[in-house]
Each structure stands twice: as structure tokens, then as C-alpha cells.
């Protein structure tokens, strides 16, 4: 109930190409989904977060999409960068950014 | 204050020493949560704190794990006897009041039990 499980483990796609980042939930009662984003050494950093009330939100060139009745969400990136490579987390909580749920992680690397 | 501030950033003890670590938070939140993260893995909840109240405790923290945050600013992990099951990176990150606002995460301490 309190899984998120996330897929695929890791990614590669040409720079330009758009990485899809896969995540499912079980728990109904989840209501904030987030996206981190983790460089090797540091801490996770929020890239993005939607709320179930909406089914998409963008924040430059990241897009989340959410479908809230097959409880799964996604994370797109527009235009991606060999900068974007990076470990992707997505995670939820309930009652806002309060204990999170992270899922596994997706290893995404953007060729040049 | 630029961010959340963890110390050290990394630890290397022997199996059955006792360590510290600090976190200080970013000076206007008054949420901590300290995280767990294992080579591979997504962070794994630990515990939390709303001002100096520990609110909520996981399984994951043993007997051997404390936790405190005494005035309600910077908090203290401390882990008791050592394993190498322990090893792993320890994240604290802070959250104002309104939980509509993410976690801001330090960069760790990276723990390694020899």
C-alpha cells in the first residue's frame, strides 16, 4: 500500500530525445507526488510536483503527467541535455511534502 | 543561509563505535526529516520533527537510532554500536509550515562501517 514503484531502472537517449520516467502507486490516499532530481554526492533536489487535482503540470522543460485512475504519473523532459544526465526519483506523500515514499530511481544518462 | 547543511559529509568508524551526525536546517523552516539512502535505492523515511517535536519515528530506526532536535533549529542522528548493515548515505531536509512547499535536502553524510 505505501509502494511507489517506478520504472525503468535506468535510461539512455540522445541528447534532444524525450526520457518518459514511469511511476504507479497502490495508496488512494497519496495526494502529492513529486519529482527529485540527485547528482552523485548530493542530496535529491525537487525538480517538480503535481497535486491530483490536475492531470498535467509544467515547469519549463519538465512535464508531469498524471492519471489519477490507473494511479501512475510520469515525468517528461522536453529537449533533454547532457546536463539532465542525473538519477530521477519520483515520490508521494500524504497531506502535502510531509513523509515521502520514494520510488527505486531511474539512471538516466543523455548522449551527446 | 543558503541551504540545508549536514556534518560531517562523510564518516568512516569501525563496527561497534558510536556516531554523530548534525544537520543544520534552513533557518525559517520549522520541519526535519532525516532519510536513509542505500547505493541503488530511493531515500527511505527515517523520522520527523515539527519544531523540537518528533513527530513520527520508522520502523527502520532501531533501538540503536536517535534522533533529537532540541531547540527546534539544528538536529542531531546518532547511531549506537555500529554495523556494517548501517552504511549507507544519511539525508536530513527541511519544509516550512505549509506543506504545499517541497523538501529542500542537504547533500548527506555518506556513512561507512568497517
Known amino acids: 500500500q505505501q509502494q511507489v514503484k517506478q520504472s525503468p531502472q535506468s535510461l539512455i537517449v540522445q541528447k534532444g530525445g524525450i526520457p518518459i520516467i514511469n511511476c504507479a502507486y497502490e495508496?488512494?490516499?497519496?495526494?502529492?507526488f513529486p519529482w527529485y532530481q540527485q547528482f552523485p554526492g548530493k542530496g535529491p533536489a525537487l525538480l517538480i510536483a503535481i497535486r491530483p487535482d490536475v492531470s498535467e503540470k509544467k515547469e519549463g522543460r519538465f512535464t508531469i503527467s498524471f492519471n489519477k485512475s490507473a494511479k501512475q504519473f510520469s515525468l517528461h523532459i522536453m529537449d533533454s541535455q547532457p546536463g539532465d544526465s542525473a538519477t530521477y526519483f519520483c515520490a508521494a506523500s500524504i497531506g502535502g511534502a510531509q513523509k515521502l515514499v520514494f520510488g527505486q530511481g531511474t539512471r538516466l544518462t543523455i548522449n551527446p | 543561509d543558503t541551504g540545508v547543511s549536514q556534518d560531517p559529509r562523510h564518516k568512516i568508524t569501525k563496527r561497534g563505535q558510536n556516531v554523530t551526525f548534525r544537520c543544520d536546517p534552513i533557518s525559517e523552516h520549522n520541519r526535519l526529516y532525516w532519510y536513509r539512502q542505500t547505493l541503488g535505492q530511493g531515500p527511505e523515511f527515517l523520522t520527523y520533527?515539527?519544531?523540537?517535536?518528533?513527530?513520527?519515528k520508522s520502523r527502520l530506526l532501531s533501538d540503536r537510532f536517535s534522533a533529537e532536535r532540541p531547540k527546534g533549529s539544528f538536529s542531531t542522528l546518532e547511531i549506537q554500536r555500529t554495523e556494517q548493515g548501517d552504511s549507507a548515505m544519511y539525508l536530513c531536509?527541511?519544509?516550512?509550515?505549509?506543506?504545499?512547499?517541497?523538501?529542500?535536502f542537504g547533500s548527506g553524510t555518506r556513512l561507512t562501517v568497517v
Open positions: 531536509a527541511s519544509s516550512p509550515r505549509d506543506t504545499s512547499y517541497g523538501y529542500t
Open positions: 495508496n488512494t490516499a497519496f495526494d502529492y
Open positions: 520533527f515539527q519544531n523540537e517535536a518528533q513527530l513520527e
